[in-house]
């Protein structure tokens, strides 16, 4: 396998640039194919964050020292970097938040417990992440509001037909993953947010899975939040975005109370402060934001059409490859996917085959990731789930169905 | 297996393909059913006790071939037992999945289950190896059910704690 050249992509020029990929484990390279939950960090991100740390480092939004001064800069720089990739309108759409969980937290909090009530009906789809559920739980167990849930076809596709029927004048939001982390299905959701639109409701989508991966505008979607985390686009953990169309941000009551999130505070009344800082409160992570400015930058630099690319074909290689081993089944198989590769080994626990596979020094995820709607539609307890990024090549596709093979040998 | 660094060693291959004591047991005295939430691994075991001795046991349930080689050997070691046999082979085989137990140096009945001594340095796995025992902690306790995750049980494996 020619692994040099794939799409435009030099994929061994890139691999230099990221110093975990030059492991072992198990005296074997690694081969680390678990990037659905969380990606590698590339050179210029490391030392971004080291540059930031030792020449630039103070509290953002408030002294009028030089270092604070640089920092709110950067900071800042990072917001507008991220508001370019994801082409939004204006930077103060763009809200840091922890990652894509507290994101959704954010939303319900902000949006749902101010507007949404007693019999009133959010959707959600069967593809859903643990995180882009149990935050509408809580709030519909607070309102007396309830769920509504899109269902899938066994190829792991969402029902549109069912979807579309699940309006009435009771919905009040919807919330879609755009590519399932469990599944790789990329969902219609430009066409579903047009649906939610045409009946006044607003729609959430749960972008962590697709912004790795996909060349995102929200503006082209018209979604009315879209929330994402900085750990699966080569940045670091603990950062992620929310963005919010700002006319709807404004109308929604603050998630946290702290400093930076006000305009004044008196012990009789506080105002707050405008988006993005009335939901920004407290000192941010200020180097990991501005560690995923230099993320994104670098992805915008590889050219995120490249990277889609590349990782269709490896998505292709490793589903040809696997769908001509006997024993082995494919769970989610539908026409648009991204690149995940989810699977069961006749006869094995998912768990077995993780641990076997680590013994090759091959990394993947095993259970239910999050997503036990999804294992239930299926009817499995868990799947086993490769997960691809665009430095990885076709000999690590090779080196993991040879590691299926190894498992099957070993239960053989 | 080649690899001697494996946690798949044949014995426990073997105790996965052909489980023993699998299946139901007439007349049981005390039963438990043991649950991994995180990847949804059930044990269902019963015991049929007389006086102190384990006279009968038998354990049932979709499990990892970890889990399900643990408890088809654990069922195999304290058939014919004591209850007291058992409680402390349930602590050693816990302090030795755990790291706290050292097989070279410290005393111990675990015989042929220190095969499954490897299971140390894969936190994530512990819990498999463990679930069984929890199990039959809890059936010898009388208590309903257990869980890898059941803080209030004193059999509670904490992750990482090797």
Redesign the interface.
Known sequence: MNARYVNGLEVERIRADFPILKLKV?GKPLVYLDNAASSQMPQPVIDRLVRYQSTQHANIHRAVHYLSETATHEYEEARRGLARFINAREEREIIFTSGTTEAINLVAHGYGRKFIGAGDEIILTTLEHHSNIVPWQMLCDEKGAKIRVVPINNAGELLIDDYEKLFNVHTKFVGVTHVSNALGTINPIKSMIEFAHARGVPVLIDGAQAVPHLPVDVQDLDCDFYACSGHKLCGPTGIGILYGKAALLETMQPFKGGGDMILSVTFEKTTYNVIPHKFEAGTPPIAAAIGLGAAIDYLTATGMEKIAAHELDLLNYATEQVNGMPGVRIIGTAEKKAAVLSFAVDG?????VG??LN?EGVAIR???HCAQPV?QHFKV??TSRASFAFYNTLAEVDALVAGIRTVQK??A | ?A?P????QEVI?DH?RKPRNFGTLEHASHTATGHNP????HIGLALKLNGEAIDGIAFQG?????CKASASMMTATVKGKTRQDAETLIQEFRDMATGKLDLQRQPHHLGRLAVFAGVRD?P??VK?AILPWHTLHAALNSLASTSTEADADPMHAPIGGA
């Open positions: 198990a094995v626990h998912p768990h077995d641990t076997l013994e095993t259970g239910h294992m307890p868990a070993v239960f | 297996m690899d660094k494996s946690l798949y291959l996965n995180l990847c949804g691994d979709e499990a990892c071939a970890i894969l994530v796995r498999c």
